[in-house]
């Protein structure tokens, strides 16, 4: 899955990828705005420029330039992005099942396909960084209505599954 990522999804094939600061790594779990994340914490200095950093790589390097944009520079290839989307969602699935495997006590289908990085409009996210470690915190309701009580699941990924969540 890493040298999956590194070669097909980052483009680092020929570079080392950055590295994640995990001892200045900085989460604030109270931040509750749409769209927000750990990765946006201020305090964390990434190594990379965030959001444009993989579309700079593709500009910067003449093969990926060749790959994903018109010769003529007028656009991008559709083909090529929905490739690379392809990519990106099998990469996900090997994920998601990497998660549910190394993550303690096997999760759910509702709370592992529930999992999100950043809060949506309705729901929190459920991704956090605890003492340079990723956490997985989900809900369980299965006796809800029994006990009118939902039970907080903390699950905790080895670092190499981790840095691949990051």
């Excluded at 094939?13 to 914490?41: C, K, M």
């Excluded at 999100?116 to 006796?143: G, L, P, Q, T």
């Excluded at 699950?155 to 990051?166: F, Q, S």
Aim: hydrophobic share 40%.
């Amino acid at each position: 899955m890493r040298q999956q990522l590194v070669d097909q999804l980052m483009f680092c094939e020929d570079r080392p990828v950055p590295a994640i600061p995990w001892d200045r790594l900085y989460n604030d779990t109270i931040h509750s705005a749409p769209g927000w994340s750990f990765l946006q914490n201020l305090r964390t200095r990434w190594p990379v420029a965030g959001p444009n950093w993989l579309i700079q790589r593709v500009y910067q390097k003449p093969i990926l330039r060749r790959r994903f944009i018109q010769p003529d520079g007028g656009g991008f290839r559709i083909s090529a992005i929905d490739r690379f989307f392809r990519g990106v969602a099998q990469f996900r699935e090997q994920l998601s099942v990497a998660v549910h495997i190394c993550a303690g006590q096997p999760s759910r289908g509702p709370e592992l396909m529930s999992i999100r990085h950043r809060n949506s409009e309705r729901e929190r996210r459920n991704i956090f960084i605890e003492d340079h470690i990723v956490a997985i915190v989900s809900r369980y309701h299965k006796e809800f209505h029994v006990h009118n009580d939902t039970k907080i699941i903390f699950r905790y990924l080895p670092r190499k599954i981790g840095e691949l969540v990051v």
